[in-house]
């Protein structure tokens, strides 16, 4: 049972570059989230999905694009990287919306933007 | 957003020694979850607590939830190294969706 996967698992960009951090969970979950994790600061919630065609923000939205064409699947796209965005980023997923639910999280994406 | 204070930050032990993280806020907690994180790993829940009062065991790690659902302790008895790692609470507050608050974190180090 893979869980929650992301990839990749490095990435350095340059500043002004785009990218996608992918994010795949075969556990038929209906929520999915995005967290950056920095020193010091716990996780931030980037975006959010209660389920296929619906997302929302989260604390840390600016930068960041996600969709979720599917149950499977969450995107996060960094438009124009800017090193403020370097960081560990965490995919998470859990089964209902509920506040008590457990997050399941893949292992991360560092990434680096100079 | 719901502010979540963890202490401390930083704990540095020897094996065998008993130690307890704090998690406060200074808003009533819905629920709330503790998590350990390993270097080069995503969080794994360890707890969730959600009535007041609650004390909750798992192993030597024994999870509190304050009565008034504002704060939650995680104490360690005679830690060992296998338990170095960095503890999280979490708390998605009065939501109903799963918009986690996580504390800044305590980085507990144990030494043989």
């Known amino acids: 049972n893979a869980g929650v996967t992301q990839t990749p698992k490095f990435q350095v960009l340059k500043t002004g570059q785009s990218m996608t951090l992918q994010c795949a969970q075969d556990?038929?979950?209906?929520?999915m989230s995005w967290y950056r994790q920095d020193p010091g600061m716990g996780l931030r919630l980037i975006h959010y999905s209660v389920g296929a065609g619906i997302t929302d923000q989260g604390e840390v939205p600016n930068g960041y694009n996600v969709s979720r064409s599917t149950t499977e699947d969450f995107p996060l796209r960094l438009l124009s990287a800017a090193p403020s965005q370097t960081s560990v980023y965490f995919c998470?997923?859990?089964?209902?919306?509920?506040?008590?639910?457990?997050?399941?999280f893949g292992d991360g994406t560092r990434l680096s933007i100079l | 957003t719901q502010l979540l204070e963890q202490s401390p930050q930083f704990l540095s032990i020897q094996e065998g020694e008993n130690l307890t993280v704090y998690c406060n806020s200074s808003?009533?907690?819905?629920?709330l979850q503790w998590y350990r994180q390993e270097p080069g790993e995503g969080p794994v829940l360890l707890v969730t607590v959600v009535t007041g009062g609650e004390v909750k065991k798992l192993k030597r790690l024994t999870f509190q939830f304050g009565d008034a659902r504002k704060d939650s302790s995680l104490h360690i008895t005679a830690a060992q190294p296998g338990d170095t790692g960095l503890y999280l609470c979490?708390?998605?507050?009065?939501?109903?969706?799963?918009?986690?608050?996580f504390g800044q974190g305590t980085i507990l180090t144990v030494h043989p």
């Open positions: 808003s009533v907690f819905s629920s």
């Open positions: 556990m038929n979950h209906e929520y």
């Open positions: 998470a997923s859990s089964y209902t919306t509920g506040s008590d639910q457990p997050q399941h």
């Open positions: 979490a708390s998605a507050g009065g939501t109903s969706y799963g918009k986690l608050t």
